[in-house]
T-cell receptor, first 109, second 116 residues
């Protein structure tokens, strides 16, 4: 069945550091891929998405590229801020939505 | 994107009691999804609520424990019945942001439930 494997956390970075959170997937067919973010005490918010191979999703300085050859959708940001501290979930959608385990990011000033 | 309002935002309940969580959407949607997020864990789909028919439950979840109502296209409730401490979780209501089956989900802010 469809599944998502996400880099385990927690991840702690200093402000302005480079961020990568790895995500790989297993799916039949051609799923859409997503990154969601959950700030403390809040629900999940869609951060970015990609619907087909080689698409790049981007938002708020975050980027992820849909790589069919490596079945990956890694999240990157060139310079993180304290306000980026949150839990990040990779997800895929075919007929249903599957979520990764989540990666907690803490950014220190 | 749809605006989803969930109530209550949090509650502390005694074991053996039941809690009903309400989810209101500002637009008509065919399907509403209920998820559970246990502490430090990812999201697990409990059931899909369709208007005019019984909810479809995922493996491991049963109607007696998590009865769902869907009286119209903008509203749904999830009841957590006969609660135990293991039911302490965040419960999230969501809808698809688009008509396609691979559209992203849009979530409410969730209900943080603590069972003592």
């Amino acid at each position: 069945g469809n599944s998502v494997t996400q880099m385990e956390g927690p991840v702690t970075l200093s402000e302005e550091a480079f961020l990568t959170i790895n995500c790989t997937y297993t799916a039949t067919g051609y799923p859409s891929l997503f990154w969601y973010v959950q700030y403390p005490g809040e629900g999940l918010q869609l951060l970015l998405k990609a619907t087909k191979a080689d698409d790049k999703g981007s938002n708020k300085g975050f980027e992820a590229t849909y790589r069919k050859e490596t079945t990956s959708f890694h999240l990157e940001k060139g310079s993180v801020q304290v306000s980026d501290s949150a839990v990040y979930f990779c997800a895929l959608s075919a007929n249903d939505m599957r979520f990764g385990a989540g990666t907690r990011l803490t950014v220190k000033p | 994107s749809a605006v989803i309002s969930q109530k209550p935002s949090r509650d502390i309940c005694q074991r053996g009691t039941s809690l009903t969580i309400q989810c209101q959407v500002d637009s008509q949607v065919t399907m509403m999804f209920w998820y559970r997020q246990q502490p430090g864990q990812s999201l697990t789909l409990i059931a899909t609520a369709n208007q005019g028919s019984e909810a479809t439950y995922e493996s491991g979840f049963v109607i007696d424990k998590f009865p769902i109502s869907r009286p119209n296209l903008t509203f749904s409730t999830l009841t957590v019945s006969n609660m135990s401490p293991e039911d302490s979780s965040i419960y999230l209501c969501s809808v698809r942001d688009g008509a396609a089956s691979n559209s992203p989900l849009h979530f409410g802010n969730g209900t943080r439930l603590t069972v003592t």
